[in-house]
């Protein structure tokens, strides 16, 4: 059995904010492979399902941000679970938008979800880092992840979550990697095979060779004994 934890806050008002795309990570999940119906359990909200051969637990912590150690916490111990057998989605401001990243292990580099968590159960869980970009300065930081995703956002946003689910089934079975690239097509899709750009096609956008005129035939200018002279040479 694993838990697959997204982080976030709970209630509407929180529902669109960037740091809320853990929640909406699971939710996406739950949604495209038939999870039970969500029901408040372990200070939060879990539905439980099957992702390939891997029973999964779903787990939203309603204690804030801040606690979601308490809720993560309280499944890991009721189920007998190790560190190693939690997932944890949460919004990362070192990465651009839409890129993502897994690790196991390793510091919360001050995200207050990360830290609480590892205060509850040790550091060796595993973790999908879900790139929300970074508003540039340190003191920007609190206002721009409690504020909703743009609508220009909206589109990589969809994409990302679309593989996300596509690969959960990968990223239960230990097959990290496979989960990653189940991302990538959904974000950043192959060209086609005969597209410009493809292997064997010239790249149309791309700089062109200056072409030199050919020179003009210049007239012949011999006399005819020069002309017969040349002719037998």
Request: hydrophobic share 35%; net charge positive; aromatic share 8%.
């Amino acid at each position: 059995m694993l838990i697959f934890a997204g982080l976030g806050n709970p209630g509407a008002k929180y529902a669109g904010n960037r740091h809320n795309i853990g929640f909406m990570a699971v939710d996406r999940i739950a949604a495209d492979h038939g999870f039970g119906p969500w029901r408040a359990r372990f200070q939060g909200h879990v539905a439980e399902g099957r992702l390939g051969s891997e029973k999964v637990v779903l787990l939203k912590p309603a204690t804030f941000m801040n606690l979601s150690g308490q809720s993560v916490g309280e499944a890991v111990r009721f189920y007998k679970l190790t560190p190693a057998d939690v997932i944890v989605f949460h919004d990362e401001l070192d990465l651009a938008p839409g890129k993502v990243r897994f690790k196991r292990g390793g510091g919360h580099a001050g995200h207050n979800g990360l830290r609480s968590i590892q205060s509850h159960i040790g550091a060796e869980f595993g973790r999908v880092r879900l790139g929300v970009g970074h508003p540039g300065h340190k003191d920007a930081v609190a206002q721009y992840v409690l504020r909703d995703f743009a609508r220009a956002d909206q589109e990589w946003l969809d994409d990302l979550l679309r593989g996300i689910s596509d690969g959960a089934p990968d990223l239960a079975a230990g097959e990290a990697p496979k989960f990653l690239n189940a991302v990538a097509r959904r974000t950043a899709p192959a060209r086609s095979g005969g597209g410009e750009g493809a292997p064997g096609r010239p790249d149309k956008s791309a700089p062109q060779p200056e072409q030199k005129p050919e020179s003009e035939p210049q007239p012949d200018r011999r006399s005819p004994l020069e002309k017969l002279r040349d002719r037998f040479r």
